[in-house]
C-alpha cells in the first residue's frame, strides 16, 4: 500500500525555526514527485511546492518562493518542509502527497495525514 | 501562472439531485491535465479525477468529469449523503512547475 506520512502537530512562536516531515512507504520514492499543500484556517488548498527525490530537483510556487524549503532525503524515503523564521500568518495544515514520475508532476495521490503548525507568541 | 476559478461557491442540493460544479482557467491547460478532489471535514483531500475525465481507483462511477482547453466541470449523478463536501480541482502541467488549485466549491445538504 502506497503511504505518507507525516510528521506530528507543532506550536512554534514567531521567528523560531521548523521542519516537519513526510516519509513515504510502499513504493519507490525516489521515482515520484512529492508536493507540499497549504491549507490555512477555513480556506482552500494552495500548491507550495514540489521535489523529485531522486535528484532533489525542487520547483515552487511564486507566492512560497523564498519562504520556505522543500528537501528531501532518499536514503531514508522522506521529504521535508522547513522554515527558518516562522511568522503567525504560517499558521495552517501542511499537506504532502505524491505526485507523477519524472518529468511530469502528476496530479496528487495518495496524501498524507496533514500537519498542523501553530505560530502564537 | 494558470488561475482556476471555480463556481460556485457553495451548492445547496439534496440527496438524490445532480451536481455540477465548473472549473475555469485563466488559460487552456495543457492536454487536460486538470484533477478534482474531495474534501471532507477534518480529513486530508482525496484524489477522484485525474487528466480531467479519468476516475482514480475505488471513485464511485457516479462521478464524472469532463471538459478541455479552458472549461472543467464535475459531475456527481445522484448525491449520496457521503458526497456533501467541498470539491477542488487542479491543473498540474505536463512539466515541472507551479501547479495551481481552484477556490473550492461546497456541495451542502439543502
Known amino acids: 500500500e502506497v503511504q505518507l506520512v507525516q510528521s506530528g502537530a507543532e506550536v512554534k512562536k514567531p521567528g523560531e525555526s521548523l521542519k516537519i516531515s513526510c516519509k513515504g512507504s510502499?513504493?519507490?520514492?525516489?521515482?515520484?514527485?512529492i508536493g507540499w499543500v497549504r491549507q490555512m484556517p477555513g480556506k482552500g488548498l494552495e500548491w507550495m511546492g514540489i521535489i523529485y527525490p531522486g535528484d532533489s530537483d525542487t520547483r515552487y510556487s511564486p507566492s512560497f518562493q523564498g519562504q520556505v524549503t522543500i528537501s528531501a532525503d532518499k536514503s531514508i524515503s522522506t521529504a521535508y518542509l522547513q522554515w527558518s523564521s516562522l511568522k503567525a500568518s504560517d499558521t495552517a495544515m501542511y499537506y504532502c502527497a505524491r505526485g507523477g514520475q519524472w518529468p511530469f508532476p502528476g496530479w496528487f495521490d495518495p496524501w498524507g495525514q496533514g500537519t498542523l503548525v501553530t505560530v502564537s507568541s | 501562472e494558470i488561475v482556476l476559478t471555480q463556481s460556485p461557491g457553495t451548492l445547496s442540493l439534496s440527496p438524490g439531485e445532480r451536481a455540477t460544479l465548473s472549473c475555469r482557467a485563466s488559460?487552456?491547460?495543457?492536454?487536460?491535465?486538470l484533477a478534482w478532489y474531495q474534501q471532507k471535514p477534518g480529513q486530508a483531500p482525496r484524489l477522484l479525477i485525474y487528466?480531467?475525465?479519468s476516475r482514480a481507483t475505488g471513485i464511485p462511477d457516479r462521478f464524472s468529469g469532463s471538459g478541455s482547453g479552458t472549461d472543467f466541470t464535475l459531475t456527481i449523478s445522484r448525491l449520496e449523503p457521503e458526497d456533501f463536501a467541498v470539491y477542488y480541482c487542479?491543473?498540474?502541467?505536463?512539466?515541472?512547475?507551479?501547479?495551481?488549485f481552484g477556490g473550492g466549491t461546497k456541495v451542502e445538504i439543502k
Open positions: 487542479q491543473q498540474y502541467g505536463s512539466s515541472p512547475g507551479p501547479g495551481t
Open positions: 487528466g480531467a475525465s
Open positions: 510502499g513504493y519507490s520514492f525516489t521515482s515520484y514527485w
Open positions: 488559460q487552456s491547460v495543457s492536454s487536460s491535465y
